[in-house]
């Protein structure tokens, strides 16, 4: 069973940076697709960024265009982690920050929960104005 254990969330200043970590546990992929999601009060789960990989194929990434140039998935394989740069913070960046694994390349880098297979349990990211 793959566990996804997120970390880096805390509290964070408008204009400051905060990066996320999910390190995935119990299993070593070559390729897969990882996802960030968000969710804040009241609201329904949203896309943030994925970043698809393989030993073969060039790394691909997508973002929401609401932290497109602010923010940036990327994926160390040495470590089996997938982190969130998060610049630019904005009060409405402040939720739940959750990571996901979609193990199927196949998919293509995309934002569908349901695609993803295993979730962390996630991060509170909260920023102040």
């Known amino acids: 069973q793959v566990q996804l254990v997120e970390s880096g969330g805390g509290l964070g200043q408008a204009g400051g940076s905060l990066r996320l970590s999910c390190a995935a546990s119990?299993?070593?992929?070559?390729?897969?697709?990882m996802g960030w999601f968000r969710q804040a009060p009241g609201k329904e789960r949203e896309f943030v960024a994925a970043?698809?990989?393989?030993?073969?194929?060039?790394?691909?990434?997508s973002y929401a265009n609401s932290v497109k140039g602010r923010f940036t998935i990327s994926r160390d394989n040495t470590k089996n982690t997938v982190y969130l740069q998060m610049n630019s913070l904005k009060a409405e960046d402040t939720a739940v920050y959750y990571c996901?694994?979609?193990?199927?390349?196949?998919?293509?880098?995309?934002?569908?929960?349901?695609?993803?297979?295993?979730w962390g349990q996630g991060t509170q990211v909260t920023v102040s104005s």
């Open positions: 996901a694994l979609d193990q199927n390349w196949a998919s293509g880098v995309h934002g569908y929960s349901d695609y993803y297979d295993y």
């Open positions: 970043i698809r990989w393989s030993a073969t194929s060039a790394t691909s990434t």
């Open positions: 119990r299993g070593t992929f070559s390729s897969g697709v």
